[in-house]
């Protein structure tokens, strides 16, 4: 497991969450914060309120169209689109003993604008590394949680799971032998 704070990976986690259960509770969202270094003080109803999981839930949503834009022009100008909204300065901060990392949310952020700005200058941050969208929705039909990020060498990936890329590769030979068998 890396060290640190990986903003791209909560986002693929709540976006999933969203996906996966467009209702997702308090609970559910507190539980993907939680796993992702949030303090549980920041956690609490009256830190979180049902105004902020509105917000949380709306930057999510808005996020998944950028995590499934796979031309690198178009996934470029919507994270300058976002990073540009955030209005804010990128800054080194250490808190609750976390280790320095970067901010680009405002000091004041709610909670959908810090989703915002962290998730879009990590997206960009992988933008630049890789010189490609290192992220995706799986194509594959009722898969649970479509959203991924691509961290591994080589070609990018275009399914979640092998489990998903397995599918496809079995759904695509069958129909590959029905028009065999037509013909």
């Known amino acids: 497991m890396s060290t640190g704070f990986q903003p791209a990976r ?17 609970c559910d969202f507190v539980a993907v914060l939680a796993e992702h270094g949030e303090r549980s ?42 990073l540009a909204g955030s209005g804010a300065r990128p800054r080194l901060s250490r808190h609750d003993g976390h280790p320095w990392h970067l901010h680009v949310d405002g000091e004041d952020a709610g909670w959908g604008d810090w989703l915002l700005a962290s998730s ?7 933008l630049s590394e890789r010189g490609r969208p290192a992220w995706g929705r799986c194509p594959m039909d009722g898969c649970a949680a479509p959203y991924f990020i691509d961290d591994g060498p080589g070609s990018p990936r ?3 799971s092998t489990t998903c890329a397995s599918r496809a590769r079995v759904a695509a030979y069958r129909q590959r032998k029905r028009e065999q068998a037509a013909e």
């Open 10 to 26: 909560r986002l693929v986690d709540l976006a999933n969450l969203v996906h996966s259960r467009p209702a997702a509770t308090r």
């Open 41 to 82: 003080a920041d956690l609490v109803d009256s830190a979180l309120t049902d105004g902020d999981l509105d917000e949380l839930r709306a930057a999510v949503v808005r996020l998944t169209g950028l995590l499934a834009e796979s031309d690198v022009d178009e996934a470029a100008r919507v994270v300058n689109e976002v």
């Open 120 to 126: 879009a200058l990590s997206l960009a941050q992988l």
């Open 158 to 160: 275009r399914y979640c």
